[in-house]
């Protein structure tokens, strides 16, 4: 046995002795027990630890100060390449790529429990004891799939695949927790993952699979083997024979690093005599460190003395006194304990059935695993250090009364309100202690959320009363109300219950929490005779992205030497850089060099623009700011140094003075206002004479409309791994364009061409986003490793991501347009402005203002606008068949509105600019074959359209074809892979090398009588037949005679919204796609593209704002608490998508059709099905005319024009 201080208990009759101070030989002490007799032997340890032990995926590790403080857990996994399958994008608990399973034993008096948590705010140093289980850890391609991944895999819930693992250890740490949990947890417990690529649906279709209305089978989940024993070992809270935790070892922790000191208390004793020795130091109490996420001050690295409370028995008593019939809560209860606790009572057959409308306001707060983690504690001392955090537990113990024990040296017992005033510094708080409810108060919660779940709230409330129910619900006492978000009056109809007039009543319901279950339906055509051409196939990738095994960028091995690179980047736009200095900087330890744009060796340029193919000549594209700040978020400097910690604490301290600073022009009517406009202007595009046919049209009317700018919201953000060859630079990068870097890097390094090498493998996320803007990334990391000559690695953070790499343009049409009185639009002059910010490099008007009746992203959205206001003015037929889709629930039912909408789109497919270059080799030993492509894999499932191409066309199966990366070496002078076209493109340049094999093979084979495939290639290979073919597709631009559209993709959306007046939410109820892709090549993979772009372009249209500081022109809502791409709960709850039957499309390859960017357009159909509600809502108001409603319809801005005012609230 161990003991830690002077005290040792007797095992046998448990007296307590004074150890004896002189150790035997072998190190331990004996000692006879005074009084029982009993002889034993013990060792003594020191009472307290320095490091901290733990194990992942079974094997043992021990840390200590090597890792600084501020180590999380994801870094940890990453750096020591632990577990490469954990990714990392937000750091804010925001996305739930990092999500790992731990197995803890929190409080010793408790039994361990296993939890999915954010790797990405879980410190290093607080997972002593714990079993972590990753991705890695519970199956793989090379041994067995866990079912959870193989099923994700299945069901083609991957693209891109960057957030499979994540979806896949949430899903896996759940089934452990909740093994009874049913298809509606399957759905609820998803809301902190972002898929930004497959729109969800097969997503949630894969997890809901595995939880039948039996209980899963949990032993099937868990079939990892631990790595000491090579037996079965789990997570799951059976015992694991391999012993691989040091969870006994619960000794408190102290660990001193250069200015910071981590302890770890284990009783409220220690903890009161820390806090008061570190009184007028910096400290940090952790309950879980979820803080971090939003409040970046509450990072540890800012503090002195961090002290992490997570293993104080005392802080985890949790218990009801009957008697009194009060609740103790302790400080470390989790907000998923809070959860449970409240489910328990509200089922119990007491008073207490209020507590079930708790339970469901914390459903809606945060995600499962930051609420598996956090504290309720935690979440109120947000609230006490900064004020305007919308707390919702601070509404949730304010209705309870909750009284709150807090103290420094000793406890001391304040109410809710008083704690809110109180200076916390240097205190704790350990307990909260309410009553339950009585049997005539009414509890009812809200929360209004930018989307459906997982934010932070616009308005929130909880509200606490007696009523009289035998006296038409009169209010006795006084109400408890607790508010946030607005301050001014309120009403609380939820009280009056059946004295409510019908119409009124929907203003009860909270849409979110009636919403059924999601489901899907997809239907297609396929031909099993041309299998594998058409086969819906599962895509080559899926089953490595759900292990983890398949590598992105940044998943690639440091190399010796290898130095990090972080940008330095601009704050102001719009003004003259005056100095920037470095000096600071340069004294951070293991800072190598900072450099600036004096830094491009003499003979290269200061320019990553990108090739000249698209546009003409290019603008200049500065990789570093040389004097005017064009925007903010510009690169002025990069620093590279040893780690990457030490770049980031030496970006921080280049400081740079600006002068000249003018106002930044932010938005589209800003720009034009002051004339801005890029150089390059389209010529007028006229065809007939437009002004004299709205001129004399019976009808004409003008008006301007908006579509707004969009962030690409890729969660594997830019990266380049850049290492100096003999002769030049070898670079692996994030790049829709590897031409384009290689460029860029030349430009800025001066190394020819052919000198630099760049690849890619597979990219997470891109949605044009990669297509030029990795060039600075990539510039930055090849100038640094020529000037080094050491390898240099740089991922950008997500903040530096948002704020440097460009946007989907947002655009503005003024328009006039004449029609007869039928609607019939008889001409249209329309003058289209696009939103370039300061670049005119990558407009894409030229692309679709040649002929606006074809659609591209903005202009399908302008033309459903301009037919509402024709069918608007005309209040005739057209608009008799808008309503006769609108219908209302309850017919004059107030407070919600339901209505449809349908949008049809025509896509003209441009091949004009589109350069592929492909190269098939067959291996003559074993007949495999491998693929090089022009075009790069970026969730689209161009690999296996390829790979189906080529198996069809040699006759062999798909998996003995492997499709290689996309490198400058191997295929140079690629189009950059976009415009939805360049998996149709590639997969034409295989088929085209593989007519080229099989001829050079045809001569070989007509002397054999039938051959395998193996006995072909090898007579092949013996006689010398070349057995590698190579195949430039090309376009013809349109000055040379090429059509600006090939051929054009139709489809048609029609979709059901239900709309909550009084707070602006609502639910996408059902959603029909038609989409014409010809016959589809995949068409598993094209419903996905469907699915995932509609999704995209609802999040432009709805949730997706970017907002603008107008003083220094910086994007302020930079990261996932501030922009708000969709989640799975913001997806239709019946999403149905049917790829156009017995459509073959004669000029598309193999009578395919794209899919990819087109079926976003159909996208707005919600929008405007919203639009039809808010005009509901008004006539209700008593409000009649126009309205502007331009995108994203914010449930701000949807509830603010449906124009609610207090005096309509007569019930
Ligand atoms: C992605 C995400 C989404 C979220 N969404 C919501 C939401 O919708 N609504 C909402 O209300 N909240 C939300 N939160 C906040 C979340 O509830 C809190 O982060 C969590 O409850 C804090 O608990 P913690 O134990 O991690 O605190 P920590 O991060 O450890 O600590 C937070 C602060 O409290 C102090 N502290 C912690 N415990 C004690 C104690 N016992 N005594 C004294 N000081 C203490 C710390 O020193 C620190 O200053 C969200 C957080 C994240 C990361
Ligand atoms: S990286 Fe951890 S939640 Fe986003
Ligand atoms: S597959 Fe989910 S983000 Fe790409």
């Not at 004096?598 to 004097?627: Q, R």
């Not at 500081?1109 to 913001?1130: R, V």
Request: hydrophobic letters at 35%.
């Amino acid at each position: 046995m161990e003991t830690k201080d002077s005290f040792i208990a007797c095992p046998v009759c448990k007296t307590t002795h004074v150890s004896p101070a002189v150790p035997k030989k072998d190190g331990t002490f004996a000692s006879t027990c005074v009084n029982c007799g009993h002889f034993f032997k013990f060792k003594s340890v020191a009472p307290y630890k320095s490091s901290v032990s733990f194990t992942v995926n079974g094997q043992a590790i021990t840390v200590g100060n090597e890792y600084s403080p501020s180590t999380m857990l994801a870094d940890y996994l990453r750096q020591s390449r632990v577990s490469m399958g954990t990714k990392v994008f937000c750091k804010q608990g925001g996305c739930g790529v990092c999500i790992v399973v731990a197995k803890m034993t929190l409080n010793p008096n408790d039994p361990p429990i296993t939890v999915n948590l954010n790797s990405c705010l879980c410190p290093l140093f607080m997972c002593d004891g714990w079993e972590i289980t990753t991705v890695e850890g519970i199956g793989s391609t090379k041994t067995t799939m866990n079912k959870v991944q193989s099923t994700l895999a299945d069901y083609g819930g991957t693209q891109c695949g960057y957030c499979s693992s994540g979806h896949v250890m949430n899903m896996y740490g759940l089934m452990q927790k909740y093994p009874n949990m049913t298809k509606k947890d399957a759905e609820d417990y998803f809301e902190g993952n972002i898929c930004r690529c497959t729109g969800y649906r097969p997503i949630l279709d894969a997890m809901k699979s595995m939880v039948p209305d039996s209980n899963p089978d949990i032993e099937d989940l868990s079939n990892r083997l631990c790595k000491t024993t090579g037996k079965r070992c789990t997570s799951s809270g059976r015992n694991c024979e391999g012993q691989c935790s040091s969870r006994n070892d619960t000794r408190s922790i102290k660990m001193v690093f250069g200015d910071t000191q981590w302890n770890k208390p284990t009783s409220m004793t220690d903890l009161y005599a820390m806090l008061a020795q570190t009184r007028g130091q910096k400290c940090r109490l952790l309950g879980s460190n979820t803080g971090t996420g939003y409040f970046d001050q509450e990072n540890i690295s800012n503090f002195d003395v961090v002290i992490d409370i997570s293993s104080i028995p005392d802080m985890y008593v949790n218990t009801y006194d009957a008697q009194t019939g009060t609740f103790t809560l302790g400080a470390c209860c989790s907000l998923t304990d809070l959860m449970e606790l409240f489910k328990t009572e509200a089922a119990k057959p007491t008073d207490n059935g209020n507590f079930d409308q708790l339970v469901k306001y914390l459903y809606r707060v945060a995600s499962s695993p930051i609420r598996n983690r956090g504290t309720w504690a935690g979440n109120l001392m947000m609230k006490n250090k900064y004020p305007s955090f919308p707390s919702d537990v601070f509404n949730i113990m304010t209705v309870l009364g909750a009284s709150l024990t807090t103290g420094q040296t000793a406890p001391e017992v304040i109410s809710c309100d008083a704690f809110f005033k109180t200076d916390m510094t240097g205190k704790c708080l350990s307990k909260a202690t309410f009553k339950g409810f009585g049997a005539n108060d009414i509890v009812a919660c809200f929360k209004v959320m930018p989307r459906s779940q997982n934010s932070l709230a616009l308005v929130n409330g909880a509200f606490r009363c007696s009523v009289d129910k035998t006296n038409g619900y009169m209010v006795s006492g006084k109400p408890v109300i607790s508010i946030g978000g607005i301050s001014d009056s309120f009403y609380f109809i939820h009280v009056l219950g059946d004295a409510v007039a019908f119409q009124y009543r929907s203003g009860f319901e909270v849409l979110h929490d009636t919403r059924p279950l999601s489901s899907g339906v997809q239907t297609y055509d396929t031909n099993k005779q041309e299998w594998p051409l058409n086969e819906p196939l599962k895509k080559i990738e899926a089953n490595i992205q759900c292990t983890g095994e398949a590598q992105y960028t940044d998943d690639l091995p440091a190399m010796p030497g290898q130095l990090y690179a972080k940008f330095v980047i601009s704050t102001q736009a719009n003004a003259t850089v005056q100095s920037i200095n470095t000096v600071e900087a340069m004294k951070v330890p293991g800072v190598v060099k900072v450099l600036t744009s004096f830094d491009i060796p003499a003979g290269a340029e200061n320019d990553v623009s990108l090739p000249t193919l698209f546009t003409g000549p290019s603008e200049k594209e500065e990789l570093f700011c040389s004097g005017k700040v064009m925007f903010c978020g510009q690169s002025l400097a990069l620093v590279v140094a040893e780690s990457q910690e030490a770049t980031e604490k030496a970006a921080k301290l280049v400081t740079c003075t600006y002068n000249s600073i003018q106002t930044p022009l932010v938005s589209i009517d800003a720009a034009i206002s002051a004339g801005s406009f890029a150089k390059k202007v389209m010529p007028d595009i006229v065809t007939g004479d437009p002004d004299q046919a709205i001129n004399s049209a019976p009808h004409n009317i003008n008006g301007s409309f908006h579509t707004p700018e969009q962030v690409h919201f890729h969660m594997e953000t830019q990266a380049t791994v850049c290492f100096p060859t003999e002769d030049g630079l070898e670079m692996v990068s994030t790049t829709q364009w590897p031409d384009s870097v290689q460029l860029a890097v030349h430009r800025v390094t001066g190394i020819p061409e052919k000198n630099i090498k760049v690849s890619v493998k597979r990219l997470g996320g891109a949605y044009g986003g990669k297509i030029t803007k990795n060039n600075i990334v990539a510039a930055a990391c090849g100038l640094a490793a020529k000037l080094t000559n050491r390898p240099v690695r740089m991922r950008l953070s997500i903040s530096d991501n948002l704020l440097m790499c460009g946007r989907r343009f947002p655009h503005r049409f003024d328009y006039k347009v004449g029609f007869d009185d039928n609607g019939k639009l008889l001409g249209i002059d329309v003058h289209v402005y696009e939103g370039l910010g300061y670049l005119e490099n990558e407009n894409i008007v030229p692309f679709f203002s040649g002929n606006i009746d074809s659609v591209t992203t903005p202009s399908a959205q302008f033309m459903e606008h301009v037919m509402e206001k024709v069918s608007n003015t005309l209040n005739g037929d057209a608009i008799a068949i808008k309503r006769a889709n609108l219908y209302m629930k309850g017919q004059d039912n107030r407070w919600k509105k339901k209505s449809l909408a349908v949008t049809p789109i025509k896509f003209g497919m441009s091949y004009n600019y589109s350069m592929y270059t492909m190269s098939v080799m067959i291996y003559g030993n074993d007949g495999t074959v491998s693929v090089t492509s022009g075009g790069v894999e970026c969730g689209q499932g161009l690999n296996t359209k390829v790979a189906q191409i080529v198996a069809y066309k040699l006759g062999i199966p798909v998996d003995m074809i492997s499709i290689k990366g996309n490198d400058t070496v191997k295929n140079p002078n690629n189009a950059s892979t976009g415009g939805s076209v360049t998996s149709e493109e590639c997969c034409k340049g295989a088929a085209k090398c593989c007519d080229e094999l099989i001829a050079n093979m045809k001569p070989i084979k007509d002397k054999m009588t039938d051959p395998t495939w193996m006995e072909l290639v090898t007579k092949c290979y013996q006689k010398m037949v070349v057995l590698k073919a190579e195949y430039t597709v090309a376009g013809t631009p349109v000055d040379e005679g090429g059509n600006p559209f090939k051929y054009f993709s139709y489809g048609t959306a029609c979709t059901e919204v239900e709309l909550d007046v009084l707070t602006g939410e609502y639910e996408i109820n059902r959603v029909d796609i038609v989409y014409d892709c010809g016959e589809s090549l995949n068409p598993a993979v094209d419903i996905g593209q469907v699915e995932g772009s509609f999704m995209m372009g609802i999040g432009n249209n709805t949730t997706e704002e970017v907002v603008y500081d107008p003083t220094t022109g910086k994007m302020i809502n930079y990261d996932t608490w501030g922009y708000h791409a969709p989640t799975n709960k913001d997806i239709p709850v019946d999403f149905r998508v049917h790829l156009l039957k017995n459509a073959p499309n004669p000029v598309g390859f193999l009578r395919s059709k794209a899919s990819g960017e087109p079926p976003l357009n159909m996208s707005c159909s919600v929008f405007y099905a919203l639009q039809n509600c808010i005009r509901e809502a008004r006539k209700d108001a008593g409000v009649t005319g126009d309205f502007v409603f331009e995108p994203p319809a914010t449930r701000d801005k949807v509830q603010e024009l449906c124009m609610v005012k207090p005096n309509q609230f007569v019930i």
